[in-house]
């Protein structure tokens, strides 16, 4: 049986039922805020834009300009509407910097824990006592914590020597990861128990976030869509045009 498909418009509009019943309404209308955003930032200037440009090409891996033609079609756009296509995370992105200035150190230190990222060196085994044997041949320096993990962890960080890392801080089990927020480079905890587990634990390294200029546009469109949740989840809000915040 041959189904027949009628033809998709590229200018066809769909009532927000429609869009609703596909699941794409609360995105649309988050688009629909965003315009509303940066409706009176100014576009880049000609050499930003011919960055963003070529930047854009390549992440699609568009390499011809036959290439890009068939993408623009695809999508339903001109040239000049994909280059506002383009153009428009850049402006979303001014938009944010500028709007959340005043905001971003506290957000920086309020995601710090999630920034930072460690090296560690974990050995688990089932048994307390042997546990506590391990700590204390490493502690007495009679073998390495790489040599005993290697032979004696029932994980799988046992194929590293039980070196881990590194990992954001928000990644290892919450126990693991506060008692690895107090420590200090080389330092070796006794056993604790972790669920079934005992564990010894030796902080390698701790990696700082700093709030480098990448970090800073990153932070700042959590910022941005913070605040767009904000809107879509006040039901009045959702239907305005949003305003920069205060």
């Known amino acids: ?43 880049p200037e000609p050499e930003t834009f011919k960055k963003l440009l070529e930047q854009w090409c390549s992440q699609l891996r568009i390499d ?22 383009v153009a428009r995370r850049w402006r979303w992105l001014n938009w944010c910097e500028a709007a959340f200035a005043s905001k971003l150190n506290s957000h920086y230190l309020e995601r710090k824990p999630q920034l930072d990222q460690v090296s560690y060196s974990l050995l688990r085994v ?6 506590n044997e391990l700590y204390l041949r490493i ?25 881990l890392g590194p990992v954001p801080l928000s990644q290892p089990h919450p126990m693991l990861a506060k008692l690895l927020q ?43 869509d913070l605040h767009l949740e904000q809107l879509l989840n006040d039901p009045k809000a959702a239907q305005a045009v949003p305003a920069s915040p205060t």
């Open 139 to 163: 502690k007495e320096a009679e073998v390495s914590f790489e040599d005993v993990a290697a032979e004696y962890s029932e994980g799988p960080e046992k194929a590293q020597g039980g070196r």
């Open 182 to 224: 107090v420590s200090s480079p080389a330092q070796l905890w006794p056993p604790k128990q972790l669920e079934s587990w005992w564990i010894v634990v030796r902080m390698e390294e701790l990696h700082c976030a700093e709030l480098t200029d990448e970090l800073k546009q990153r932070l700042a469109l959590e910022l941005g």
């Open 126 to 131: 089932s048994d307390a006592a042997l546990a």
């Open 64 to 85: 011809s300009p036959e290439a890009l033609q068939r993408w623009q079609q695809q999508q339903g756009l001109t040239p000049e509407q994909w280059q506002a296509f």
């Open 1 to 43: 049986m041959i189904l027949s498909t009628p033809p998709v418009s590229a200018a066809e509009v769909y009532n927000p039922q429609q869009l609703s019943h596909w699941g794409l309404l609360r995105q649309v209308r988050r688009e629909a805020l965003i315009d509303g955003c940066i409706k009176d930032v100014a576009p």
